[in-house]
């Protein structure tokens, strides 16, 4: 069957509207806002050319294409059935590029502005291949939280050997595994004698992704520990991950001017991108509300009156795009506790 996401036409699998892991060729409809806001983001980047590696229906690279007025795209997928289905997309949409049926990293040869991994699981076995084949940035997602956030051993064990760190189940894990993700990008992109930095990195729907500019930036690896209430940068904890700034204010700025296309998720995109850049310069953790007053047996207090009272006493406090029962601040934990219901007990 045909659908219509924004720019594209696509024909998809009609089963995978509802269950997209099962289907043959994987089409997620609820990743739209994803490639939308993935999609101002190729436009804020200037790229002409990109490669969209695991491109299953090309849902993407069509999209990119389309919507930015980009040269070219060339597509890859090692699976049959998703090729089939692609070079028809990719017909349909009048797209300039080629379609490369195979493994990523084996087809991958030519280099692009822009290079896009958005694999099942984890990107760690293709970001060396998607480094090497950038020419400006790199755009990758992570989709095995199940790794980066897991209270369970096993899982545990995978994150530390596919992200080389150590992850946390916390209350702030989607933070946690972001961040994880963009320390382990960053750290092949070095290993290659590549300098990367984030430009644009969030969570959402059940992924994380992060978008990196390359030529520049400087490693800002760290740790975070939690003692069930309060979250500190540390020697030792979870990580090491990145303690720096997740997005640039500049590039987030672009990402908004171009946001007035229309697009089905114009006014959430507005409103990600308004967190995402309150977030700039706050500590590498947040505090859910929620969990915070449950740690003390207290009742949950309302979000704007922590926020407000921080925000008085003359700390930067914002919501976060993680969560809406979330806040991030400056301000020392003590500052957070007194504003919680009944002075939450130390
Ligand atoms: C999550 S889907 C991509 C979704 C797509 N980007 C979208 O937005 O709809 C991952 C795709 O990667 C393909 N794939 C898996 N392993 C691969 C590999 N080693 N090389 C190339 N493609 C691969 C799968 O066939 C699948 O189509």
């Given amino acids: 069957m045909i659908v219509r996401e924004e720019s594209a036409q696509l024909a998809v699998e009609k089963s995978s509207l509802k269950d997209p892991f099962h289907a043959s060729v994987f089409y ?6 994803n490639r939308s806001l993935s999609s101002l983001a190729v436009g804020a980047s200037g790229a002409k050319t990109l490669c969209d590696g695991l491109s299953a229906s090309g849902a993407r690279g069509i999209r990119y294409f389309l919507e930015n007025g980009l040269e070219g795209v060339d597509f890859v997928d090692a699976n049959p059935d998703a090729v089939k289905l692609l070079r028809g997309n990719v017909e349909r949409n009048r797209v300039s590029g080629n379609v490369l ?3 990523f990293n084996e087809s991958v040869r030519k280099n692009y502005d822009w290079v896009e991994v958005d694999p099942f699981g984890s990107p760690a076995p293709f970001l060396e291949i998607a480094f090497q084949h950038a020419k400006k940035f790199v ?6 939280l199940a790794n980066l956030c897991s209270a369970h051993k096993n899982r545990q ?13 916390c209350p702030f894990s989607h933070e946690l595994a972001l961040r994880i993700l963009v320390a382990k990008c960053v ?8 300098k990367a930095r984030p430009v644009l990195s969030f969570y959402w729907g059940h992924a994380t992704k992060t978008i990196l500019k390359l030529g520049e930036g400087a490693p800002e690896e760290g740790f975070v520990s939690f003692d069930g209430k ?3 940068v540390s020697r030792k904890g979870a990580g090491p991950l990145w303690v720096g700034d997740l997005c640039d204010v500049g590039f987030l700025r672009e990402c908004a001017k171009l946001n007035c296309r229309g697009y089905a998720d114009e006014k959430k995109i507005a409103e990600t991108l308004e967190l995402l850049e309150g ?4 500590p590498p953790f947040h505090y859910d509300l929620h969990a915070l007053s449950g740690a003390f047996g207290v009742p949950t207090p309302k979000k704007e009156v922590v926020l407000r009272g921080l925000r008085d006493a ?10 809406p029962r979330a806040i991030k601040t400056d301000a020392p934990f003590e500052e957070i506790r007194c504003l919680l219901p009944g002075r939450a007990p130390s």
């Fill in 157 to 169: 064990e995978v994150c530390r050997r596919v992200y080389g760190a150590e992850p946390l189940h």
């Fill in 230 to 232: 309060e979250a500190r």
């Fill in 279 to 282: 977030e700039l310069g706050l």
């Fill in 101 to 103: 049926e195979g493994g």
């Fill in 139 to 144: 755009s990758i997602t992570a989709t095995d």
């Fill in 314 to 323: 003359g700390w930067r406090a914002v919501e976060t795009h993680y969560s």
């Fill in 187 to 194: 750290r092949v992109a070095n290993s290659l004698g590549l």
């Fill in 28 to 33: 997620n409809p609820r990743m739209q806002f």
